[in-house]
């Protein structure tokens, strides 16, 4: 039975790589042709590619499950022979890959038609799904790090789609220049590992790791490392305006950024944070960097008028908050945020046009200040009820419970005023269901994320997330329950430009590659003369 189910495994994993495989060789043939019949044909086969990609995804699904369940090894043993490690987080990786980048490749077939850039797109698009379906799914750190640079590589081209859009290029060159650093701290946080673990497969050091874990200064180094690259990929303070500026990009490539790439950083420590001894130099740096990331995107997000802008703030935002879950050890909350987000900002970009449509009309004005404090305070106390009385709800952590009572009293602070006191009561009951709906994804997604019961978040720690979190609070409490105060005035007045943290990065652009951003010469619009009579004879 064990030799069936490894053969069985075996055969589910090779379908798998291959086609991954035929992704990109459809990438290759599609930026080769230049019949437009045979382009259309290359789009719909990408479409069934990503299709046999879910199927096959699930079946492999079910096989990581059947091993669970058996206590067997025999998928792991089967990946060992394909470079391949499928484990619950790998999984449920590649299938929220496939299934948006088959969204995406749909909706983009019929918003390009007729688009000069539709030719560049399809290739690139497919090497991008491509690279982060080896690189959430191999056991070679080598391969990783090679899957990690060839995302941000192709990405590049997709982001210069429009090269006549001189924020488009902008957005590229700092893309590119930040992206060249993420780079090289992900060769060295390897070539790290590499140096304390003795090999680059990534099963290999999951089994010394569990007989026991020495915190040496190269391991130390090798965390600062990875954690600084997580935080260069997930577009973090002060490395965030080229997110900004990418909206100049196709919304399709917005939503594939947004909903597919920028997550990758979160992804690189829930795949190697069982190689650490608990908490680490770089759990520090992402609970800081994350934290404060967090705190200043929400509050920028807030002054936005532009839908695309505040959907990029949104997403600086949410990749602050996971990577401050991961500094704090909430991986299995990390998990869940960057599944959801995914899927959620993936809708939100593929559906910003019809976003605009509603948001351009009036919004009900908010009941009165307190009417709204009392009932957010009411379902702050019934969900903060929940948590001490089940406190491994949040893995017996103060500031998860904190953060998450918060966000269950900021839904309830939007209650119209027209709304009845039973409208109020159910609108107030459905932000309380917030913390149910958090217990059953984690059980859902619990099982996939490896265990870390020596995990101890130090006081240093405590302390610094303690007072991120507060200052969040305060400042967005002010902004939402005293917009007219001169102080939240004068706030709104500075994060509208994101407190101006984008600046350094803008001139180090600028005086880097000025020739970079100069628009091409075949773009440039030559002004009309009238002819002269001998031109017109």
Known sequence: MSSFGEIASLVVLAAWLLLVVSLFAVAALSGWLRNPLKLDHCWRLSGQLLVAAMGVTLLAAGAVVGQSLSGSTMVTDAGRQLGLYPDGISVWMALMVSFIGWVILRFAGTYLNGDPGRDRFLPWFLVVIGSVLVLVFTSHLLVLAGAWIGISLALHHLLTLYRDRPEARMAAVQK?????????????GVVLLYMHYGTFHLPDMLSISRGGIDNTGILTLASVALALAAALKCA??????WLIRVMEAPTPVSALLHAGVINLGGFLWLRLFPLFDGFTAGHMILLVVGGLTALVAVMTMMTQTSVKHALAWSTCAQMGFMLFEIGMGAYTLAFLHLLAHSLYKAHSFLASGRTVVVTSRLPFPDADRPTRVLWALGAAAVAAAMLVAAPRIVEHNALLGALLVFAVAAATLGIPAASSPLARLKLTGLAVMLVPVYVLCHLVIGPAVPAHPGFVLPAAAYGAGGGILLALVIASLLVSLAPHHPLARELKVH??????????????????????LRVPAMFHKVPHRPFTREERS
Do not use: K, M
Request: net charge positive; no cysteine.
């Open 495 to 516: 994060f509208g430009y994101g407190l101006y943290l984008e600046q350094p990065l803008d001139r180090l652009t600028r005086r880097l590659a000025s020739g970079a």
């Open 176 to 188: 590119f220049i930040v992206s060249r650093i993420g780079d090289s701290l992900i060769i060295a």
């Open 236 to 241: 973090q303070i002060p490395f965030h305006g």
